[in-house]
């Protein structure tokens, strides 16, 4: 219909707040594969916290935690030194789970975009082949020591903004011609108002000289 915009402006697919949650996402992954891949080294320190939990848990003085927490990682260290055996299963376990959380990590990024921020970036080139990169280096051991799901998540939430802007100005650009018919019409309804008021004041004006000059005529007859 003529003097009609097509709807309301476009809603961007990537907000501020999907930004957020998609790094963030992105950023936890990364993160878990690095504690794995440097199991040998961060398996004391997982296994003294749990410790110290646990032994939270069961009412342990925090003064006795404490002696707990070195206790297991002094000797999580002394067992990886003196036993290479069970070092390098710890060592292959890490670097395994690193592989696995990779490839949830990519797993669950893909599902994110997919479901929850409406994005397919198998429908753009560019965003297709940073996930498929990023999600293949992320089972490479050693190579997913590099933040490879981040990078694949700012490209396609690089990529999505971009869509976003380029939808929006679309928008405008399709609706310019109709709003400009709208605001004439707008222009053409105040000027039509305008003249009927005249009108109608020019009429009040001419109905009270005629009532002004009936009196004069009847007294000059009379």
């Given at each position: 219909?003529?003097?009609?915009?097509?709807?309301?402006?476009?809603?961007?697919?990537?907000?501020?707040w999907k930004?957020?949650?998609?790094?963030?996402?992105?950023?936890?992954?990364?993160?878990?594969k690095?504690?794995?891949?440097?199991?040998?080294?961060?398996?004391?320190?997982?296994?003294?916290?749990?410790?110290?939990?646990?032994?939270?848990?069961?009412?342990?003085?925090s003064?006795?935690?404490?002696?707990?927490?070195?206790?297991?990682?002094?000797g999580?260290?002394?067992?990886?030194?003196?036993?290479?055996?069970?070092?390098?299963?710890?060592e292959?376990?890490?670097?395994?789970?690193?592989?696995?959380?990779?490839?949830?990590?990519?797993?669950?990024?893909?599902?994110?975009?997919?479901?929850?921020?409406?994005?397919?970036?198998?429908?753009?080139?560019?965003?297709?082949?940073?996930?498929?990169?990023?999600?293949?280096?992320?089972?490479?051991?050693?190579?997913?020591?590099?933040?490879?799901?981040?990078?694949?998540?700012?490209?396609i939430?690089?990529?999505?903004?971009?869509?976003?802007?380029?939808?929006?100005?679309?928008?405008?650009?399709?609706?310019?011609?109709?709003?400009?018919?709208?605001?004439?019409?707008?222009q053409?309804?105040?000027?039509?108002?305008?003249?009927?008021?005249?009108?109608?004041?020019?009429?009040t004006?001419?109905a009270?000289?005629?009532?002004?000059?009936?009196?004069?005529?009847?007294?000059?007859?009379?």
């Amino acid at each position: 219909m003529a003097g009609m915009t097509s709807g309301s402006p476009p809603t961007p697919a990537m907000s501020g707040w999907k930004r957020v949650v998609s790094y963030a996402i992105a950023a936890t992954f990364d993160f878990l594969k690095l504690i794995f891949t440097f199991l040998l080294f961060s398996g004391p320190f997982i296994a003294a916290e749990a410790a110290k939990m646990y032994a939270e848990s069961k009412g342990v003085p925090s003064w006795l935690t404490g002696v707990v927490w070195y206790f297991t990682a002094g000797g999580t260290v002394a067992i990886e030194v003196l036993q290479p055996e069970i070092a390098g299963v710890i060592e292959a376990f890490g670097i395994l789970m690193a592989m696995v959380i990779g490839f949830a990590g990519g797993l669950f990024m893909a599902i994110w975009f997919w479901i929850f921020c409406k994005i397919q970036p198998w429908k753009k080139n560019s965003s297709i082949l940073w996930m498929g990169l990023g999600w293949i280096a992320s089972m490479v051991p050693f190579v997913n020591l590099l933040p490879t799901l981040s990078i694949s998540a700012w490209r396609i939430v690089a990529d999505q903004l971009k869509a976003d802007r380029e939808e929006l100005k679309n928008w405008k650009a399709a609706n310019a011609q109709q709003l400009e018919e709208q605001n004439q019409v707008r222009q053409a309804q105040i000027m039509q108002g305008q003249a009927v008021q005249a009108l109608a004041f020019a009429q009040t004006q001419a109905a009270a000289n005629d009532n002004e000059e009936i009196p004069e005529q009847l007294s000059r007859a009379a």
